[in-house]
Structures are given as structure tokens and as C-alpha cells.
């Protein structure tokens, strides 16, 4: 019997383990891990750097970045949000740093670190931790002693008087949770990069550029129509960057999350619009080209008059159907205006998805309306908290998704320790 267990070694889990002993030494806390390692996605975040956390100190601001959960996480972020977390590891002697994009990262540039800070705190503090232990159900026990819950795993059998489920993506948790009266929201793919053949981003992999991009709509037919005419779904704007397969980078990712669920129903093929000039609208920047055409003689594919790389400029001159040697003095009104098409309106065919660095995140997860998002307790069981991933909550690349674990993690732990100091 354990006064609380724990079911998941992941991010939240032991940030909540951690917690709950700091603050009550005699509580009996047992982790149960599935795998024959704890942490295993802390080992490979980041590309083995892990990323912990964003320089984003205002909670509105950081609560933002959630496409599922914004809303419920502003209060927790009141609560426990970058600063703590910047804390949290500084006490620990791991201090971290802060990337140009607001990226922070342990000073190290090891994930290693943050595994052995937690191993070694929950071996100090003495939690309990089963390894190779896959929860297989839970029941809700009542008796004269009190309600408890019991813990059926592959190994043995636990009980305890308060139980955290911190399994992050598992499909056969949430169908457990769903038999026990939760509803689930069906998981779907989030952070990933659009699959595009295309002549004009073809042979130019490695090129970043800062674009507008929109979702336009499912495909439905692959006629080359008017984007301009179509109107969007979802739009975004920052870096993209072209890919061997197609497009990436934050305007890519950003989309890839806000548009999880509608992404997922039109199947990864959909038709978007890209602005590779947003400062210009298409008015004002035929004008532009028309200038241009009074003053230069040189030829098009050679006289780069916007901010955007060489190639991809020869790239989009060559699609509007304006050949190497056309100058300035000779190229068309008509052929201008494709022109100005293709860099401010440029329709492109996405057929299907990768994955962005192997980093990946599920959207979708126990109900948020379900949730008390002061203590992370469930509404629908008592004496049931959550924390991390295992919720309907995911946000975009940037150490968004780990201030999620740890918040969560955090206000599950000060749930659970007040409920004990309750009874
Ligand atoms: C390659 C990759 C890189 C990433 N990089 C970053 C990054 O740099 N920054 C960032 O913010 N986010 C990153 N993410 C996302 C981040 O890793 C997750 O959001 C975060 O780990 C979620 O924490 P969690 O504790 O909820 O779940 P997890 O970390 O997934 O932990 C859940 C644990 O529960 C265990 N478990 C599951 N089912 C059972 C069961 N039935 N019985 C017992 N145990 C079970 C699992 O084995 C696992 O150890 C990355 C994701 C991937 C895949």
C-alpha cells in the first residue's frame, strides 16, 4: 500500500514525485515505468539537448503557444510557469540558458543532466520506482478504511490512497480511463512538416525563408484555380524552411498544431497559399516591378529586387513563365503579374506529412472539461490526478510541451499534498 502512486516515469511524473516528497517526506510514493528505462523521451528531446522550457515569462503570452489548452493552462500558469521551472533546476545546480528563439536549454547541451537531477532527487527523497511494470487497469476499491485504489500491473498488484496517471500518449491508458467514465478526445498527430513535390521548390533543400502561409482547403481537385480566390482555414507566418520533401520550420509547425484536428480529417492533403514577400501586397508590389521595369536593363532571373534567396527568386521568375534571358525592358505586363502571383499567392499541393526531427507530440487526450485545473484532479474520479501529455493539452516546438509536464506535474503534487493535509 503506497499513499500515492504514480503510473508514468516520464517528464510529469517525477516532477510530481519530486514534489509531493519535498513537501510531505512521509508519504509512500511509487512510480510505476512500463519501460526498463524512466525518461526516455527527456533522453532523445532536443535532439539529446532538452529543450525545458521558453523564455516566455507572461503567462497569457506563454499559454498562447497551446493550441489545446491555452484557456485552462492561464490559471495554472499563474501558478507554476517558466520562472519556476528556471528555479526549479537552478536550486539543483543545473542552470539554463536562453537561445536567440527563447529556447532554453540546460547549460550543459545534455538531456543526460536533467535525467540524473531527477533520478538522484527521487532516490534522496525516497520514491519507490518499478521498472519494467506496465499498469494493465485500475479499480476504485471501497471499504470500512477508506476508498483506495488498486493498481493491477504486469508485475504485482499496488494500492494506494491517491493515484496520478502520467503516461503520456498511450492509447491503452486512455481506453482504461475511458471505462472508467472519462472521455477521450481521439489523438491525432501534432508538429510535423507538409509533403510537397513541386518544380519550384525542387533542388533548393536548405533554404530558409520568413513567408505568410495559409491553408486553404482539402484537395479536391488538383486544377491549378486562383488562390487568391480561396479563402483560408488557418494561416501562419514566420521562418520556413524548404525541405528534400517539401516544407518545414515554425510557419510549417505552427500550422501543422493549430490545424491538428482538420489536418488529420482532410487526410494530409490539402492546397496551401504562400506569401514568400508578406511586407508586400500583390497591388503594391506589381507597382514595384513596374518601376523596376522603367530603370533596369539587366534580365530578371539576374536582378534580385526583393529580400528573398537567389535561388528560390530564379525559381519563381522561371514559373512565371519569364525564360533566363528575358530583360527587364522586354519582360510583359501579364508576365509580371505571375510574377507577383507566385511570390505573393503561390499555391501549393501538401500530400501527406514527416516528422520534424523525430520530435512529435499527440493533440488529443483526457477531456479538459473533466479536469480541475487547480489541482489537476479528475472531476469524474476522486483521488485521480493527471499531468502532462496524457491530457487533451500539446503545444508548438519550443520547450512548451515540458512547461506543460511541469506545471501539470507541479499543481498534481500540491493537489495531492493538500488533499492529505485535508483528511
Ligand atoms: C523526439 C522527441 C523530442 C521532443 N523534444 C521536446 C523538447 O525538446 N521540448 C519539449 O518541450 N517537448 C519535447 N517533446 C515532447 C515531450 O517529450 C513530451 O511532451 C513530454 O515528454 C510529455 O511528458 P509526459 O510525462 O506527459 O509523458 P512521457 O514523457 O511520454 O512519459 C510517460 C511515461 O509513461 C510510461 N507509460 C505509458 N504507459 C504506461 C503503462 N501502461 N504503465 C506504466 N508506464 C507507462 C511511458 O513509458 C513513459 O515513460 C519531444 C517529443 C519527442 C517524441
Known amino acids: 500500500m503506497f499513499d500515492v502512486v504514480i503510473v508514468g516515469g516520464g517528464a510529469a511524473g517525477f516532477f510530481a514525485a519530486i514534489h509531493i516528497a519535498e513537501a510531505r517526506p512521509n508519504v509512500k510514493i511509487a512510480i510505476l515505468e512500463r519501460g526498463k528505462q524512466v525518461l526516455t523521451k527527456v533522453k532523445v528531446s532536443g535532439g539529446g539537448r532538452c529543450n525545458v522550457t521558453h523564455a516566455e515569462f507572461n503567462p497569457a503570452d506563454l499559454a498562447s503557444n497551446y493550441p489545446r489548452g491555452e484557456k485552462e493552462l492561464l490559471g495554472p500558469f499563474h501558478s507554476f510557469a517558466t520562472g519556476d521551472t528556471i528555479g526549479f533546476f537552478e536550486k539543483r545546480g543545473i542552470p539554463l540558458k536562453i537561445e536567440e528563439d527563447g529556447r532554453m536549454f540546460p547549460t550543459t547541451d545534455s538531456s543526460q543532466t536533467i535525467i540524473d537531477c531527477f533520478t538522484s532527487e527521487a532516490e534522496r527523497l525516497g520514491v519507490k520506482i518499478f521498472r519494467v511494470c506496465t499498469v494493465t487497469g485500475f479499480e476504485n476499491i471501497t471499504s470500512a478504511k477508506g476508498d483506495y485504489w488498486q493498481i493491477n500491473t504486469t508485475k504485482k498488484t499496488y494500492k494506494c490512497k491517491k493515484l496520478l496517471v502520467s503516461t503520456g500518449s498511450n492509447p491503452k491508458i486512455w481506453d482504461l480511463l475511458q471505462g472508467l467514465g472519462h472521455t477521450i478526445v481521439s489523438p491525432v498527430p501534432s508538429l510535423f512538416t507538409f509533403n510537397i513535390q513541386d518544380e519550384r521548390i525542387k533542388n533548393i533543400p536548405g533554404i530558409s525563408t520568413h513567408a505568410e502561409v495559409a491553408v486553404l482547403d482539402k484537395i479536391k481537385s488538383r486544377r491549378n484555380t486562383n488562390s487568391a480566390s480561396q479563402s483560408e482555414i488557418l494561416s501562419s507566418e514566420g521562418p520556413l524552411l524548404i525541405t528534400h520533401w517539401g516544407m518545414s520550420g515554425p510557419a510549417i509547425l505552427k500550422l501543422s498544431a493549430w490545424g491538428a484536428q482538420i489536418l488529420d480529417s482532410y487526410k494530409y492533403e490539402f492546397k496551401i497559399r504562400v506569401n514568400w514577400v508578406p511586407e508586400y501586397h500583390p497591388a503594391g508590389l506589381l507597382e514595384l516591378f513596374l518601376k523596376v521595369k522603367q530603370v ?128
Open 296 to 423: 533596369e536593363k539587366k534580365t530578371v532571373l539576374r536582378t534580385k529586387v526583393l529580400d528573398i534567396p537567389k535561388r528560390l527568386w530564379a525559381n519563381l521568375v522561371r514559373a512565371s513563365g519569364i525564360d533566363d534571358t528575358v530583360t527587364w525592358p522586354d519582360v510583359t505586363k501579364a508576365q509580371l503579374q505571375e510574377l507577383t502571383t507566385q511570390l505573393t499567392q503561390g499555391l501549393f499541393f501538401v500530400n501527406g506529412k514527416s516528422t520534424f526531427k523525430e520530435e512529435f507530440v499527440t493533440a488529443g487526450g483526457v477531456d479538459l472539461k473533466e479536469v480541475n485545473f487547480k489541482t489537476f484532479e479528475s472531476k469524474v474520479l476522486s483521488n485521480m490526478y493527471f499531468a502532462g501529455e496524457v491530457l487533451n493539452i500539446d503545444a508548438i516546438t519550443g520547450g512548451f510541451n515540458f512547461q506543460n509536464a511541469w506545471t501539470g506535474g507541479f499543481l498534481a503534487a500540491q493537489g495531492i499534498v493538500n488533499s492529505f493535509d485535508n483528511t
